[in-house]
């Protein structure tokens, strides 16, 4: 999203207000196989930025439940600004 301070800003958002898990499968997308769970993008986070994912926000702050943490954008994108 961006180049320069404008992508550093959404990762930073990533690792902490919005964790993302985004794996590729060379099936359902056209890039490269690369699985992402929880453990890779905490190492990140903690690596580039000295953060951890905050993996309740979103659902205290959107809505949600634990096991479909996307179901917040889709219930409740309303309420999202951009």
Request: aromatic residues 14%; hydrophobic residues 40%.
């Amino acid at each position: 999203c961006g180049l320069g301070t404008d992508s550093q800003a959404w990762d930073y958002q990533v690792c902490t207000e919005l964790p993302l898990l985004v794996s590729t499968d060379n099936v359902s997308d056209p890039f490269p196989p690369w699985a992402w769970g929880p453990a890779e993008l905490a190492a990140y986070c903690r690596r580039t930025w000295g953060v951890r994912p905050r993996w309740a926000w979103t659902q205290a702050s959107l809505g949600g439940m634990p096991g479909d943490p996307g179901r917040a954008f889709r219930l409740a994108s309303s309420q999202v600004v951009f």
